[in-house]
T-cell receptor, first 113, second 114 residues
């Protein structure tokens, strides 16, 4: 059974600090996605990582993928309150079938002023 | 603009009623999905469809039904057999083929049993 695990599940951090969210998955994949969800809202796509060693950055967020370790990280630099949200990673299975994703458990981030 | 539309945004169901949630997309995507999200929880797959007139059960299909008569539409019916339907329901779609990246999500429907 495929498992996608995120840690931590809950993260409270002060503004200006750095932190990393981890996404581990249990099967072979070279496609990983990060989404953001604000309270009561839908999911918004943040990053698409399509190969081993892929790194994407947008503002204070940077995502990376290590397919050999089956690990993706979402690094937050100098956190600001606007980053408070729940972050989900999601994995595509190989061989790629265009089928469903497998979502992680989510990490609820609260940035404290 | 292309996108995926869910309606209604809020829905109230009485005990024993069936209700239908609408999901329409104009992205020409082949695959469509329904997820359920409970407060503070992750996403659980209810049903998905990769082509018209075909769909598969996800992890929590009991008490739900779907149809896929048109490529653009994938309605979800929450039947009276679903004992605890209060949740946030998300519809998503994606294209087929290797060049297709990621889901596009609708804005969600919040269902409450009254």
């Amino acid at each position: 059974e495929l498992k996608v695990e995120q840690n931590p599940l809950f993260l409270s951090m002060q503004e200006g600090k750095n932190y990393t969210i981890y996404c581990n998955y249990s099967t072979t994949s070279d496609r990983l996605y990060w989404y953001r969800q604000d309270p009561g809202k839908s999911l918004e796509s943040l990053f698409v990582l399509l190969s081993n060693g892929a790194v994407k950055q947008e503002g204070r967020l940077m995502a990376s993928l290590d397919t050999k370790a089956r690990l993706s990280t979402l690094h937050i630099t100098a956190a600001v309150h606007d980053l408070s949200a729940t972050y989900f990673c999601a994995v595509d299975l190989l061989p790629f079938t265009g089928n469903q994703f497998y979502f992680g458990t989510g990490t609820s981030l609260t940035v404290i002023p | 603009d292309g996108g995926i539309t869910q309606s209604p945004k809020y829905l109230f169901r009485k005990e024993g009623q069936n209700v239908t949630l609408s999901c329409e997309q104009n992205l020409n995507h082949d695959a469509m999905y329904w997820y359920r999200q409970d407060p503070g929880q992750g996403l659980r797959l209810i049903y998905y469809s990769q082509i018209v007139n075909d769909f598969q059960k996800g992890d929590i299909a009991e008490g739900y039904s779907v149809s896929r008569e048109k490529k653009e539409s994938f309605p979800l019916t929450v039947t009276s057999a679903q004992k605890n339907p209060t949740a946030f329901y998300l519809c998503a779609s994606r294209g087929s083929g290797r060049g297709s990246y990621g889901y596009t999500f609708g804005s969600g429907t919040r269902l409450t049993v009254v």
